[in-house]
């Protein structure tokens, strides 16, 4: 029995010291993964000779801190009229690519064709194709639809970047939800589309949120083509019209640019944590179904 008991003894510590070192490991992880944002806050309240001297330590206010450069950001440019446009364009490519891609995904996963599967390959390889090489073309699009310096070349333009990697998405995950769902709520008395709404939209909730997070994420830090289509200050995005007004020349406002990565990356964060159960399995879900 004593036996039997340092055998038990032995495993418990060896069990706790391995916690312990995942713990340990996932702690230091984020704090590595912490340190550019904690550099990014501290920047953004730093004074000019705290932030330039080059003995100061980053990390920690060798000065008294200041907000004026968080004021400079808020008053002294259009910064809040850069996030509403981010949030208008977001959102408009956000509802078309699922208005695209949603009946797009659901007719290559559930229409028995030979022709499917390479139209799906075909339509995921349109998203590696380089932006550089559609420029030109895009170019010619926004001007004969005369939507230069607005809003709508964006929200037209977007659309082909995340139209075809959300099919791609939805295609896996439609596949794993089984042909019976649908078969049943016909049976039911929906139609096609109703047991589409009713039955297996919901089901498939987790890539939606998937689809929606990286089409608004890759919507507003795209900047190719937000700066090529868009001069006009009141037209801009935050991904041009940040570093547009605060790169002036040779002088950069380096505490208004970092209090204005803060303000932006803290709301995107919090809600990417906040569903990231759902985007997690949408990704997967999408990757092990196809």
């Known amino acids: 029995m004593s036996d039997v008991a340092a ?3 032995k495993y418990a510590r060896r069990h706790v010291a391995a916690r312990a070192g995942v713990y340990g490991s996932a702690v230091l992880a984020a704090l590595v993964c912490a340190l550019p944002f904690l550099w990014s806050v501290v920047s953004a309240f730093k004074q000019n000779q705290d932030l330039y001297n080059p003995e100061s330590n980053p990390f920690y206010f060798n000065e008294p801190a200041t907000p004026d450069h968080v004021t400079f950001l808020f008053s002294d440019t259009p910064f809040l009229t850069f996030v509403g446009n981010t949030l208008i364009v ?8 699922l208005a695209l891609a949603l ?5 290559l996963a559930r229409l028995d064709r030979p022709w499917g599967t ?3 390959i075909a339509i995921f390889m349109v998203y ?12 010619r699009v926004v001007v004969w639809l005369h939507l230069e310096d607005t809003l709508w070349s964006m929200i037209v333009v977007y659309p082909t970047i995340t139209v075809p990697v959300s099919v791609w998405l939805l295609i896996g995950f439609l596949k794993a939800v089984p042909k019976d769902v649908e078969e049943q709520a016909m049976v ?4 096609r589309l109703g047991a589409f709404l009713r039955a297996v939209l919901p089901l498939v909730f987790p890539g939606i949120v998937a689809v929606v ?10 900047f190719v083509y937000a700066l090529a289509f ?12 940040v570093p547009t007004q605060l790169v002036r020349g040779d002088v950069f406002f380096w505490q208004s640019l970092q209090a204005a990565t803060v303000v932006t990356a803290v709301p995107i964060a919090f809600l990417f944590n906040l569903f990231l159960d759902r985007f997690v399995t949408g990704f997967t879900m999408g990757a092990v179904k196809t």
């Not at 977001?90 to 690519?97: F, R």
């Not at 039911?188 to 139609?191: A, C, N, V």
């Open 7 to 9: 055998l038990r003894r």
């Open 90 to 97: 977001g959102a408009a490519v956000v509802a078309i690519t």
């Open 103 to 107: 009946p797009a995904a659901y007719s």
């Open 118 to 120: 390479p139209m799906g």
């Open 128 to 139: 590696l194709v380089p932006p550089s090489l559609l420029f030109l073309s895009l170019t």
């Open 188 to 191: 039911d008395g929906h139609s």
């Open 213 to 222: 997070v990286f089409s608004f994420t890759l919507t507003a830090s795209e």
């Open 230 to 241: 868009v001069s006009a200050s009141p037209e801009m995005v935050v991904s041009t019209g």
